[in-house]
T-cell receptor, first 117, second 115 residues
Framework: AQTVTQSQPEMSVQEAETVTLSCTYD???????LFWYKQPPSRQMILVIR??????QNATENRFSVNFQKAAKSFSLKISDSQLGDTAMYFC??????????????FGQGTTLQVKP | EAGVAQSPRYKIIEKRQSVAFWCNPI?????LYWYQQILGQGPKLLIQ????????DSQLPKDRFSAERLKGVDSTLKIQPAKLEDSAVYLC?????????????FGPGTRLTVL
């Protein structure tokens, strides 16, 4: 069974600074997807960034980038130039790829990020 | 493009009562998911539909929870009878398909409080 662990329950960062959220996962699968989702206080979850395990290049989306270390089973999210609107709970999630992939997301416990002015 | 719609947004009931939640996915999305998110935890998949067929309901407490997706569009999730531990946010999500890592789009959720 796959598990996702986020070891930082809460984090804070000053506006305009950079912050890194950690995520580790456990799986015996070779091919899979990893995601970071953001859940603002209004509670609608939105996708921030995704990574396909077979791709060595780390994904980037504007101010958001990941550090994907497949051997270490680590998938951290870096937020550059933090903005007040980045305040939210962030979830790391895992999805199997290939045969047997039903699209099921397995989420970590979440990290609450507060961006301070 | 309209997002995933859910209703009601909030519901408070007594234990042993029944409750139903409704979800309308994004138009054209074949796959629909119901997740349970207990306070302070990540969402957990309860049931997944591909069109109107069930793909995965392995974590659905079938003695009290039921769900259906008639005509492969809207879906309802029912709890009968509710227990205190069912207090949670129930999230509905949809995606074009279930494979290829398709992005799941989430609704605003229904916050259930069982007293």
């Amino acid at each position: 069974a796959q598990t996702v662990t986020q070891s930082q329950p809460e984090m804070s960062v000053q506006e305009a600074e950079t912050v890194t959220l950690s995520c580790t996962y456990d799986t015996s699968e070779s091919n899979y997807y990893l995601f970071w989702y953001k859940q603002p206080p209004s509670r609608q979850m939105i996708l921030v960034i995704r990574q396909e395990a077979y791709k060595q290049q780390n994904a980037t989306e504007n101010r958001f980038s990941v550090n994907f270390q497949k051997a270490a089973k680590s998938f951290s999210l870096k937020i550059s130039d933090s903005q007040l609107g980045d305040t939210a709970m962030y979830f790391c999630a895992f999805m199997k790829q290939g045969s047997g992939n039903t699209g099921k997301l397995i989420f970590g416990q979440g990290t609450t990020l507060q961006v301070k002015p | 493009e309209a997002g995933v719609a859910q209703s009601p947004r909030y519901k408070i009931i007594e234990k042993r009562q029944s409750v139903a939640f409704w979800c309308n996915p994004i138009s054209g999305h074949a796959t629909l998911y119901w997740y349970q998110q207990i306070l302070g935890q990540g969402p957990k998949l309860l049931i997944q539909f591909q069109n109107n067929g069930v793909v995965d309901d392995s974590q659905l407490p079938k003695d009290r929870f039921s769900a259906e997706r008639l005509k492969g569009v809207d879906s309802t999730l029912k709890i009968q009878p509710a227990k205190l531990e069912d207090s949670a946010v129930y999230l509905c999500a949809s995606s074009k398909n279930s494979g290829r890592g398709d992005t799941q789009y989430f609704g605003p959720g229904t916050r259930l409080t069982v007293l």
